[in-house]
């Protein structure tokens, strides 16, 4: 079903594109060799290059333009070998030359592809416009000083690539589904690491609306939407208002906006006349990039397993569900550690206990799968203890709940506190008659035809056993015994 | 004997002979710029004590027998070349109190090669400008008067301090820059030779900025021989500039003597402009002749695009300019002109920062890359910009060197040609295609005018060959034999 908002005049369609900002991951600047890293005091990462001072040049460095090309292979793009670098010229107390080193018409990477799953399991095309490799401003900081502003030239010259999508996006789901699956194979790639709350990637939201089968109307731009729920809120909020103004009699006028999260609104931040005019001009100081085909072809070559490939070889290779596999291939990290878990293993088993108690003991305890609550290692050794019959599955999740809270490896659990299951039948059988010898009224309702009794008489003999009756072996004696 | 009128070869002969030392051609350098330069204002700045630190380490490498062949050779540095720890102004008012904590790569590499910084020299502020009478520092006089006439001269420009400099013998050579012709129309201008190399020859590391894709350094010495050492050590690619040529560097001063027997000359039909003095056209002639009978072939070439130079050019570089000079805003470094707001400190800052030159440039270039003008201005530029290179390149199949008249002119007065900057643009017009092609092009001093003023002839050669370009000139430059001075110089 396809999403569309009710006017007073009719069904509406959003179309919307989104252009991502992200950070590159790379020891220093774009264009100079100033450390590149997140934090430190103000203004201690800064170069003459990036704070603009007179005679100082460009060089560009070589792993951003790698990392570049990672991400555009990993977007299923073209790679132009030959691309071009301009300034995009305006004043702010920021932006230290007065110019964005950025590209304009001959981006590094040209039309790409992603994948979108939404949640009724529908797979999505995107189609990816273009990436461009630019250099991020520095900071303005307002309220440092009751007259003053103050400036961090920290960030000033940090990479970025914009990666701008085509207008194929229709429903905030859609967008929200679209900026996970690129901050998704970003992170898959190394080449950003998704930080939306450390404004390592940000998006700016184009939104406009149309009733079905019309051309596209005017569109409005949402700048800087730094989450993925505020992006999915920002287009509902702007496909909403844009339909009121056209309802209305009115007229959307092109412009720029900001989201306000707080009101949950969109406002106008300045309108295409005010939009400043950036005398973009080719790079002086630049030569043209060129790409030698080896240099795409080695990091082609070395490029990680993606996420998509990687749900299809987790359903093929472990057997698991479709909709599993995605839960597992959410984080790379995530991924490695289930096969780790998996591998030689019962692989739906793994999957099932890493997708349930695992991950619900990684969110109580406010740990990552980078430190995880409890080792790949143990977690297999649980999972070998149940394969083997020595616990059952609700011994399992006790002695889980063990490990996580002592550390200690499950089969040590299990010996300190007997906690083997019993596949004794005779002692089965001698719980099983003791249970029936106690409850011989509801032995009699059982014969009566009360099947659902059945159950009852399991759970006492497991009780009565401290759970640690083999399940099958407990079924099967409790049936024989009730004739 | 006068340490003031040698040239580098011979000062480096007499330095290492022990005839004199390092020190003591510096000081006498330093008492005739004391003596001199209030009148001339080629220096804005003057480093004395530096240059006597820096002589005293030279004659310590001559002792030591490390000396090369620049150890303990003054040159004034113009001020458009950053240098660590002196302030480094581009002529400016708005750089006025900045000194740069680093040093352009041509000025390290002079420096490493021994020579001796005595000051920055004047120039047009940032560069643009063909008198010297754009300095936000008061314009240079040019050392040379016409004949029975007092009158003050312009130098040339932009390099107009540097050129004065060296010919008041202020200095034994200088660093210049060269966009459009601010090295070869000063050099022409003051009787001195100067080449402006080909782009991506020289870092441009460290150098203020006005039209990156034009601008490149080169020296101005007073023999061809000089500036061949002095490019010699200049020269070379830097990781820091990416527009500079990964290539080895030749030895310059070995092409000197290789004479023209045998090389094509092209004589451009273009160059012949309608009004050119006749003074010119017979240098011009003269030329051709010494090149004739020293066994060049002279060949007759076209350049057809060379008429739409300067309008390329004055397109190209503002635009560029208005970019490269949006860092002057009083944020981070120079003069600052606090305001209301942001914006206001820019305009105040930028209003009393600049000269009026500047902001012409700034406007012209703001204005042809703006939407909608950029394809009829700036497009359009780059396209003919390209024809001219394919000119060069066509006439590089026939020919091995070009031979143009330098200038227009000889010389002009202080306040000439003040009254509209168009005609002040045409001083440009033989210098400026050379520029927008990025080939190699030099300057020598080849004959006085009938008033008694140095005229130049211009020698352009092929991308990245240097070397013919000073076979050729010095070819010239012997038989010119021109050893006229300048009337007011150091003695």
Known sequence: MAYSLEGKTGTWEVVCGLEIHAQVISESKLFSGASATYGGAPNAHVSFVDAGFPGMLPVINRECVAQAVRTGLGLKARINLVSRFDRKNYFYADLPNGYQISQFDHPIVGTGDVEIELQDGTIKHIGITRLHLEQDAGKSIHDQHASKSVIDLNRAGVALMEIVSEPDIRSPEEAGAYLRKIRQILRYLGTCDGNMEEGSMRADVNVSVRKAGEDFRTRCEIKNVNSVRFVMHAVEAEALRQIEVWESGGEVRQETRLYDSARGETRSMRSKEDAHDYRYFPEPDLLPLVLEEEFVAGLKAKLPELPDEKRRRFCDEYAIPFYDAGVLVAEQATADFYESVAKGRDTRLAANWISGDFFAAMNRTGRSIENPPVSGAALGELLDLISDKTINGRIAKDVFEEMVETGAMPGAIVEAKGLRQVTDTSAIDAAVAQVLAANPDKVAEYKSGKDKLFGFFVGQVMKAMQGKGNPALVNEAVKAQLG | MSLLNLTIAGTAQALAAKKFSAVELTAAHNAAIAALNPRLNAYITTTPELALAQAQAADARITAGTAGPLTGIPLAIKDLFCTAGVRTTAASKILEPFVPPYESTVTRQLLEAGTICLG???????????????????????????????????????????????????????????????????????????????????????????????????????????????????????????????????????ALGRGVKGLRI?????????????????????????????????????????????????????????????????????????????????????????????????????????????????LKAQKVRNLILRDFNNAFERVDAILTPTAPSAAFGLGEKMDDPVTMYLNDVFTVPASLAGVPAMSIPAGLSAEGLPLGLQVIGKHFDEETVFAVSAALERAAGFTAMPSVRAE
């Not at chain 2, 000269?355 to 201005?377: F, W």
């Open chain 2, 266 to 378: 092209g004589i451009p039909a273009e160059y012949r402009m309608d009004g050119m003095s006749g003074e010119i056209s017979a240098l011009w002639e003269k030329g051709v002749a010494w090149l004739r009978e020293q066994g060049a072939e002279i060949v007759d070439i076209s350049l057809p695009h060379t008429k739409y130079g300067l309008a390329v050019y004055y397109i190209v570089a503002p635009a560029e300019a208005s970019s490269n000079l949006a860092r002057y805003d009083g944020v981070r470094f120079g003069a600052r002109v606090d305001g209301e707001d942001l914006i206001d400190m820019y305009e105040r800052t930028r209003a009393a920062g600049f000269g009026a030159e500047v902001k012409r440039r700034i406007m012209i270039g703001t204005y042809v890359l703006s939407h909608g003008y950029y394809d009829a201005y700036y």
């Open chain 2, 120 to 254: 920055k020299a004047n120039l047009d502020e940032f560069a643009m400008g063909s008198s010297n009478i754009t300095s936000g520092y008061g314009p240079v006089e040019n050392p040379w008067k016409r004949n029975g006439s007092d009158a003050r001269l312009v130098p040339g420009g932009s390099s107009g301090g540097s050129a004065a400099a060296v010919a008041a013998r202020l200095a034994l050579g200088a660093t210049g820059t060269d966009t459009g012709g601010s090295i070869r129309q000063p050099a022409a201008f003051t009787g001195l030779a100067g080449i402006k190399p080909t782009y991506g020859r020289c870092s441009r590391y460290g150098i203020v900025a006005f039209a990156s894709s034009l601008d490149q350094a080169g020296p101005m010495a007073r023999t061809v021989e000089d500036c061949a050492i002095l490019l010699g050590a200049m020269s070379g690619f830097d990781p820091h500039d990416s527009t500079s040529a990964e290539r080895a560097v030749p030895d310059f001063g070995a």
